[in-house]
C-alpha cells in the first residue's frame, strides 16, 4: 500500500513534489529515502518508521526522538512485512547516522590526503622532466659540438672558423675605410655580429676623400654617425667659388630650409676614418681585425667567407652567410663580383698650404684651368688642401723635379693672387703627393652570399668630392634593405632580394656619378671651338644666380638627387651657349659652332647615362627588382 504524505509542521519536511527529490539533512536528523512503485514506477516519499528505542548511544537516542516526531506526523498503514522492512532499513541508517561523524572527518582527512600527494607527484614529475629535459639539451649540445668540430669547423692549426646555425658571424666586411667603417657601425647598431678584416689600421694618409658634401653629412646624421666630423679640426663648406680668366663667382649650397649645423665638412681623411673606427670597435658586437684578405671562399657558386692573412703572417679563414666588400678603389676582389670597367681619365697632384687664407671662407674654389680644374679647399683650421688635375695617367716624374718645374711653370700662373706665394711655398717644401682618378660605372655581378660597395663598386672621378656621399647613401640603403631579414642564412634567396639594392642606389649614384664625369669635362680645356664655347657657357650660366646656381648646385651637393633635373640643367647650359652665339645677329659660322655645341654636349652626357643604365637612372619603378619583397623565413 503506498504511504500518503500529510502535512507536517516538521522544518525538514520536503515539500510536495512529482518527482524524485534528494533533500540535505543534519547528521543528526533521518534522511528521506525514495520508494519505488513497482507497479505503476512512480516514486513515493516514505518516512514511515516504527518507534524503536534503541540504546547504544546518545546520538541514537536523539535519533530515535526525531525518528517518532516524523511518525507522529505521518498517517501510514501496511502489512507486517512492510513494517518489518523498513525497520530493518531503520535500524541500518541509524547505525551509519551514529557513526557518521568518523566518516566526515576520514573523508575530509582522505581527500587533503589525496590534495598533497598528487602536489606532490606533480611535483616530483616536473622535477624529473626538467632532469630529462637538462639530459637531452644537453646530449643535443654534445652532439652539435660533435658536428660542428666534424663538419663545419676545421682543426686550429688550419685557421678555420666556421659558425653553424645563426651562431658566430653574421656579415663579414672586408675594408674599414669610409665605406667599411660606416656599414660595420650602422649593421652592429641593427644587432648584427660583423667582422670586420682590414688590411691597415693605422691612420690613412690619403689626398682625397676630404670633402663632404651636405648631402653626405645628412646621411651621415641619418647614420649616427655625425659626431665623427667633430675634434678632428673639421671646416664648414658652404658653397663653391668658380674662377675663370680672372674672373669669379660664388655658389652658395640651397640650406635654407635646412637645420644651421647642416653643411659640408672637409677634413683630413685619416682623421675621419680613425673617427668611425673607433666608434664601431667600440661596439660589443663588431670585431675589428687587422689582416689582408687574398680570396674570396667560394662553395658551388656562392660566397661563403674569405681567406685572409693576419699581421703576424698567420693564414685564416672566416665565414658567414654575407660577406661585404668595401676595400676601395684597388680592390683585388671586384673581378668575383663584377664586370670591372676602370678608366683613368687623370691624375691629382696633391700640396698642402699652410697659413694662408681662401678668397672665399668656408667655400670650396675651383679655378678653371689649363689644361684641367685646379681645386682648393680647406681641411683644418690651419691648412689648405690644393689638388692639381693633370690629364691623361703619365704624370711628370718627382724624384727629378720635372713635377715642381711643371707646377711652378704651369699651375702657378693659374692660381689667385691670394693663394701664389703659399702654392710656391708648398712646392718648394717638396711633400708633392699624387693618386690616379678613376671612374667605373657600377656593374654587378650578383652573387650569393657576397655584395660589392664603396669604391670597389662604383668610382666616379673627385671633381665633385661626391664619393662620400653615395657610399653613405648606399649603406642607408641597404640598411633599409636588410632591418626586416632576422637571419642571413638564405643565399640565394639573399642574393635575388638584395638586387633591389642596385635599383634603389641609383637615384643618388647616378645623379652625381654623371654629374662629376660630365663637369669634368666640360671644365677641362680643349682646343675645340664647340667645346670652349660649353666651358664658357657653363661659368655664365651658373653666375646667373637663382635657379641656375641653386639647380646645379643642389645637383652637386647631393641635396637634390634628381636625374632628370641634372639633364635639364646641362641641357639648359647648352641652349644658354647657343643663345650666346647666335645673339645679337647669327652668322654662318656661328650657327655651325652652336650646332657642334649641341652635338658635344651629347656626346658628354648620353655616354655616361649609358653607362649607368637609362632605365634604372629615369624609370626604375619599372624594374621588378625595385618593388621585391624581403623573403619569406
Avoid at 59 to 77: D, F, M, Q, V
Avoid at 304 to 310: D, L, N
Wanted: with cysteine; hydrophobic share 35%; aromatic share 8%.
Amino acid at each position: 500500500m503506498l504511504l500518503q504524505k500529510a502535512p507536517c509542521p516538521h522544518p525538514y519536511h520536503p515539500p510536495p513534489s512529482s518527482s524524485p527529490t534528494t533533500f540535505r539533512f543534519k547528521s543528526s536528523n533521518i534522511v528521506p529515502f525514495l520508494l519505488h512503485n513497482h507497479n505503476n514506477n512512480q516514486p513515493h516519499l516514505s518516512t514511515s518508521f516504527h518507534n524503536h528505542k534503541p540504546t547504544t548511544t546518545t546520538a541514537t537516542e536523539k535519533l530515535s526522538k526525531s525518528s517518532s516526531t516524523s511518525n507522529s506526523c505521518i498517517s501510514s498503514s501496511g502489512s507486517s512485512s512492510s513494517s518489518g522492512s523498513f525497520s530493518l532499513i531503520r535500524t541500518k541508517m541509524v547505525a551509519m547516522m551514529a557513526v557518521d561523524p568518523y566518516v566526515l572527518w576520514t573523508f575530509f582527512a582522505s581527500l587533503l590526503g589525496f590534495v598533497a600527494l598528487s602536489v606532490l607527484r606533480r611535483r616530483n614529475y616536473g622535477n624529473g622532466m626538467a632532469k630529462d629535459r637538462s639530459k637531452v639539451q644537453k646530449n643535443n649540445n654534445n652532439t652539435n659540438k660533435s658536428l660542428v668540430s666534424e663538419q663545419c669547423v676545421k682543426s686550429s692549426d688550419e685557421g678555420e672558423f666556421r659558425p653553424v646555425n645563426g651562431s658566430g658571424t653574421d656579415v663579414i666586411i672586408v675594408g674599414a675605410g669610409v665605406a667599411g667603417a660606416a656599414l660595420a657601425h650602422t649593421l652592429a647598431k641593427e644587432g648584427r655580429r660583423v667582422h670586420v678584416i682590414e688590411r691597415d689600421l693605422t691612420e690613412p694618409d690619403r689626398i682625397v676623400g676630404e670633402l663632404l658634401q651636405p648631402g653626405g653629412y645628412l646621411k651621415l646624421i641619418e647614420l649616427g654617425l655625425e659626431d665623427c666630423v667633430e675634434e678632428i679640426d673639421a671646416q664648414r663648406v658652404l658653397g663653391y667659388a668658380l674662377f675663370k680668366d680672372g674672373k669669379s663667382t660664388r655658389l652658395t649650397y640651397p640650406l635654407e630650409q635646412f637645420h644651421s649645423d647642416v653643411a659640408g665638412r672637409s677634413f683630413h681623411n685619416g682623421r675621419f676614418i680613425q673617427r668611425m673606427r673607433e666608434k664601431a670597435s667600440k661596439l660589443t658586437n663588431v670585431q675589428l681585425e687587422q689582416g689582408t684578405v687574398t680570396s674570396l671562399l667560394e662553395e658551388n657558386g656562392t660566397i661563403k667567407g674569405v681567406q685572409y692573412k693576419t699581421k703576424d703572417g698567420q693564414e685564416l679563414k672566416a665565414y658567414a652567410p654575407l660577406t661585404i666588400v668595401c676595400d676601395g678603389c684597388f680592390s683585388n676582389l671586384r673581378r668575383t663580383l663584377c664586370k670591372p670597367q676602370v678608366e683613368v681619365p687623370s691624375c691629382f697632384v696633391g700640396l698642402i698650404l699652410e697659413n694662408c687664407e681662401l678668397p672665399f671662407a668656408n667655400h670650396g674654389h675651383v679655378i678653371l684651368g689649363d689644361p684641367s680644374p685646379i681645386l682648393f679647399y680647406q681641411i683644418s683650421s690651419t691648412e689648405v688642401r690644393c689638388l692639381v688635375d693633370v690629364p691623361g695617367q703619365k704624370l711628370p716624374p718627382i724624384a727629378n723635379g720635372e713635377m715642381a718645374n711643371y707646377l711652378k711653370t704651369v699651375v702657378a700662373p693659374q692660381v689667385p693672387p691670394e693663394l701664389h706665394d703659399a702654392f710656391i711655398s708648398a712646392v718648394d717644401k717638396g711633400n708633392i703627393r699624387t693618386m690616379p682618378n678613376r671612374s667605373m660605372p657600377a656593374n654587378p655581378q650578383p652573387t650569393p652570399g657576397a655584395l660589392l660597395m664603396g669604391d670597389a663598386f662604383n668610382m666616379r672621378h673627385p671633381l665633385t668630392g661626391g664619393g662620400m656621399t653615395v657610399a653613405l647613401s648606399d649603406i642607408v640603403v641597404l640598411r633599409d634593405l636588410l632591418k626586416p631579414l632576422r637571419n642571413l642564412h638564405d643565399p640565394a634567396s639573399l642574393c635575388k632580394y638584395l638586387e633591389s639594392f642596385y635599383t634603389l642606389r641609383k637615384p643618388v649614384a647616378s645623379t652625381i656619378n654623371t654629374l662629376a664625369g660630365a663637369l669634368y669635362k666640360v671644365f677641362s680645356a680643349s682646343p675645340d671651338e664647340a667645346r670652349k664655347e660649353m666651358r664658357q657657357a657653363c661659368f655664365d650660366y651658373l653666375s646667373l644666380g637663382g635657379t641656375c646656381s641653386t639647380g646645379p648646385v643642389a645637383l652637386l651637393s647631393g641635396l637634390n638627387p634628381h636625374p632628370l633635373s641634372l639633364v635639364l640643367h646641362f641641357f639648359g647650359v647648352a641652349v644658354y651657349g647657343v643663345g650666346r652665339l647666335l645673339l645679337p645677329f647669327p652668322s654662318p659660322k656661328r650657327i655651325w659652332i652652336g650646332a657642334r655645341l649641341i652635338l658635344s654636349a651629347s656626346g658628354i652626357i648620353f655616354p655616361i647615362i649609358k653607362a649607368e643604365g637609362v632605365r634604372q637612372m629615369f624609370f626604375p619603378a619599372t624594374i621588378p627588382a625595385y618593388h621585391r619583397a624581403p623573403p619569406v623565413e
